[in-house]
């Protein structure tokens, strides 16, 4: 089946500028993260969402970034006012509650801030 | 703080001996460990998991180990295969956070023919 897909691949922009960044993630899976990497470093957590809970967003860096989730299936990751720290690899990743902690990749977002 | 830490950013091992990665953690209250395999331009994909009360967990060529006394876990893959090459990130979690992993840095296994 269809795994975690995101969109865009890639993204350029230029600093001060808002950017969306779109995860679709597995079909019944109620459970979305998204996470970001940047150079040399571990993913690092910014977001949660399970089901219709409020999503938990102790991760996210600063109040330029939020995310929502329509419908408990598509999200987006939204960063405003970009800067060149913001530049990383944004990963999304889904899970079956019942699962446990094998979560699903998709293939990340690479967003470059000039 | 990094509370997981794989030291090596790099690892280099001739196909068909033992790959060795380790990751070492600060958090005494990891309690579930998790090591996902990463190839380039594509999202990580899960190997293979321990919980704490395990020392040693065995999944066909992987096998991971872990000393809870050390705070250390490591992954073994043997006999290792070129299309092993790849990052390999160890993650935790910790009770009642199950969601919320925390990641290592992660290590660059190149498999030499």
């Not at chain 1, 991760?59 to 006012?81: K, M, Y």
């Not at chain 2, 293979?48 to 876990?73: C, P, Q, Y």
């Amino acid at each position: 089946g269809a795994g975690v897909s995101q969109s865009p691949s890639n993204k350029v922009t230029e600093k001060g500028k808002d950017v969306e960044l779109r995860c679709d993630p597995i079909s019944g899976h109620t459970a979305l993260y998204w996470y970001r990497q940047s150079l040399g470093q571990g993913l690092e957590f910014l977001i949660y969402f399970q089901g219709n809970s409020a999503p938990d967003k102790s991760g996210l860096p600063s109040d330029r970034f939020s995310a929502e989730r329509t419908g408990g299936s598509v999200s987006t990751l939204t960063i405003q006012r970009t800067q060149q720290e913001d530049s990383a690899v944004y990963l999304c990743a889904s899970s079956l509650w019942d699962e446990g902690d094998e979560q699903f990749f998709g293939p990340g977002t690479r967003l470059t801030v000039l | 703080d990094q509370q997981v830490k794989q030291n090596s950013p790099s690892l280099s091992v001739q196909e068909g001996r033992i790959s060795i990665l380790n990751c070492d953690y600060t958090n005494s209250m990891f309690d579930y460990f998790l090591w996902y395999k990463k190839y380039p331009a594509e999202g990580p994909t899960f190997l293979i998991s321990i919980s704490s009360i395990k020392d040693k967990n065995e999944d066909g060529r992987f096998t991971v180990f872990l000393n809870k006394s050390a705070k250390h876990l490591s992954l073994h893959i043997v006999p290792s295969q070129p299309g092993d090459s790849a990052v390999y990130f160890c993650a935790a979690s910790a009770e009642g956070s199950n969601y919320q992993l925390i990641w290592g840095a992660g290590t660059k296994l190149i498999i030499k023919p």
